[in-house]
């Protein structure tokens, strides 16, 4: 096992601590993971040649770095470094590590830190496009760093510069890049999306006809019959916005509750949304006739009550955890349940090279691979997470370079899925 790295922080006083297992993996090529839920937001990597079965003791541990601060962010990962945020001891920070073992390339000053609801420490996923990383803070704060160096480029404020609203436990969304645009959801009363000039933090537009609160969760990408637009869920309906100009092209209402956290879905035409405290999910058809965009709801029911673990989608079928029946295996068109498990506890997914990896949110914090199948629920392997925070263990595994990566508060480990 290597020895301690350990960096002086100044008036922080914080460490970061990185240790190589000694069944660290050689060198590998890294598909990239900038943002929330991976290239294209759908939580899916494209990895293959990954572990089919796991040992025992699940996939051997490659390091482990401390001393990234109190949070629920995820990593992002893109070539030889790792992004996330976490509160220090005067400031959220975002963070850059190095792929290779961990160590800390570099930290800066995100906002003020704390968060809502006895949850501190900022909750959304940096992303990262070229030179540069977006990232933004529990209380609002939106800032442009450079990936090299974390020079801060520019920032803003979603509350006091675009009189955002926003529920009790903060900002959770990932800002999402978009060609030249940073888009992001202040949920003001004069546009719920805003869409900023991603090299000068300029406002580009507002979606002035769509005017509801933000919620939790990260808007998608689509292209529906030649018409880009940006789709996000709220307190209050589902949406889809020209990219172009920020017009209203389109939304249906739809009620959550309490909180609305999971990632939309869009696949041909349709858009899945679900959300939980006893909500459930509903499918909703999009079409277009000489430019004008219709929507209808092709169903809604109880079978996807997902809370925040999100859902993904392989194919025809739908896999996620559902608060009432465990985790469930759904027909996208119909919303049909094709089975469903409570082998494993409530948490987040992610898929890779035909398997799910499902982390649990419990005090195990037991991480599990299974098979990408309608045909049932078939476990390949399990492992209880070592350094559990005592936290709930809410940050969504990310597979990048044939490596998974956990976060858990000030603890990120690195798994190797190769070996």
Known sequence: MNSFLLHRLGHLKLRLLIMAASTAAGPLFAADWPQWR????????????????????????????????????????????????????????????????????????????????????????????????????????????????????????LKSDFEGRVGGWGYSESPLVDGDAVICTPGSPKGTLLALNKRTGETLWRSRELTDSADYTSV????????????????????GVAAKDGRLLWRAERKGATAVIPTPIYHDHHVFVTSGYGVGCNLFKVSSTNGHFTVEQAYANRDMVNHHGGVVRIGDHLYG??????????????????????????????????????RSEGSAGTVALIEATPE????????????????????????????????????????????
């Open 38 to 157: 991976g290239p294209d937001r759908t939580g899916i990597a494209s990895e293959t040649g990954l572990l089919k079965e796991w040992p025992t003791n699940g996939p051997p541990l490659v390091w482990k770095a401390i001393g990234l601060g109190a949070g629920y962010s995820s990593v992002a990962v893109v070539g030889s470094r790792i992004f996330t945020l976490g509160d220090g001891a005067d400031a959220a920070e975002v963070i850059a590590l190095s792929t290779d073992d961990g160590s800390l390339l570099w930290r800066k000053p995100l906002g003020r830190p704390g968060g809502g609801g006895g949850y501190p420490g900022p909750r959304c996923t940096p992303t990262v496009d070229g030179d540069r990383v977006y990232a933004l803070g529990q209380h609002g704060d939106l800032v442009c760093l450079r990936v090299a160096d974390g020079r801060e480029v520019w920032r803003k404020n």
């Open 220 to 239: 998608i990408v689509a292209e529906i019959d030649g018409v880009r637009q940006y789709i996000p869920l709220t307190q209050a309906s589902v949406a």
């Open 321 to 358: 955890y559902c608060d009432r029946n465990g985790w469930s295996c759904l027909d996208f068109k119909t919303g049909r349940v094709l089975w469903s498990s409570k082998k494993l506890g409530k948490g987040a997914v992610v898929a890779a090279d035909g398997h799910l990896i499902l």
């Open 376 to 419: 049932g629920y078939r476990e390949k392997g399990r492992f209880a997470q070592p350094d559990r925070s005592g936290k709930n263990s809410w940050p969504h595994p990310v597979v990048s370079g044939g490596r998974l990566y956990l976060r858990d508060q000030d603890v990120l480990l690195c798994f190797n899925l190769k070996a």
